[in-house]
């Protein structure tokens, strides 16, 4: 079985520039988080999504938004970056517990 | 909000040596995660621990949940180079988030 896919791997955008970030839960997660983690700290939680219903949000401004679609693969969407934007961005299924990470988007904002 | 500490921050051991890593949350958890990072890679799940004063094993790795659901560690008996990166907590209270802590590095010299 294919793991958490997220795509691109790695990504460099303008300040003021809008990203979106894609991921693919582990078939039959209907659960999909997103943190972002800053080269050196514990990843930070963004948003959680069950069955396309927002669970939970962290502690991130408007700008991050997200969305789950039916067969369950999300996207995170980031306005206007900032160049504290620049991160880690991982994406995490879970079945019943413990979750399972994405390899990640590596953000870069310049 | 909730805060989720780890100490050490790095530690260094020669191979052979045992290691241990602390956890310690400003409120009480639902539960415990530990994850571990290789260098360059994403957070790979390794246990949760539920119950109050629970300690589980895997291999060399003994997990400890405290009693009052507050604090845990991870212990690592006679290192090996395989061990290398860094060890993640993160605590949920809620079941929508994980918070972790800042992690510790392990570093070991062969």
């Known amino acids: 079985d294919a793991g958490v896919t997220q795509s691109p791997t790695h990504l460099i955008k303008t300040r003021g520039q809008h990203v979106t970030l894609r991921c693919s839960p582990i078939?039959?997660?209907?659960?999909v988080s997103w943190y972002q983690q800053v080269l050196g700290q514990g990843p930070q939680f963004i948003f959680q999504?069950?069955?396309?219903?927002?669970?939970g949000r962290g502690n991130f401004p408007d700008r991050f938004s997200a969305r789950q679609f039916p067969n369950y693969s999300s996207e995170l969407n980031v306005n206007a970056l900032l160049l504290g934007d620049s991160a880690l961005y991982l994406c995490?299924?879970?079945?019943?517990?413990?979750?399972?990470f994405g390899s990640g988007t590596r953000l870069t904002v310049v | 909000g909730q805060q989720v500490m780890q100490i050490p921050q790095y530690q260094h051991v020669q191979e052979g040596e045992d290691f241990t890593t602390y956890c310690n949350s400003s409120?009480?958890?639902?539960?415990i995660q530990w994850y571990k990072q290789r260098p360059g890679g994403h957070p790979v799940f390794l246990i949760q621990?539920?119950?109050?004063?629970e300690v589980k094993k895997q291999k060399r790795l003994t997990f400890q949940f405290g009693e009052a659901k507050k604090n845990s560690s991870l212990h690592i008996t006679a290192t090996q180079t395989t061990d290398v990166g860094t060890y993640f907590c993160?605590?949920?209270?809620?079941?929508?988030?994980?918070?972790f802590g800042e992690g510790t590095q392990l570093t070991v010299n062969p």
């Open positions: 995490a299924s879970s079945l019943v517990y413990g979750y399972t």
């Open positions: 078939s039959g997660h209907k659960s």
């Open positions: 999504y069950y069955e396309k219903e927002e669970r």
């Open positions: 409120t009480t958890l639902s539960n």
């Open positions: 621990l539920v119950k109050s004063g």
């Open positions: 993160a605590g949920d209270t809620s079941g929508s988030r994980l918070t």
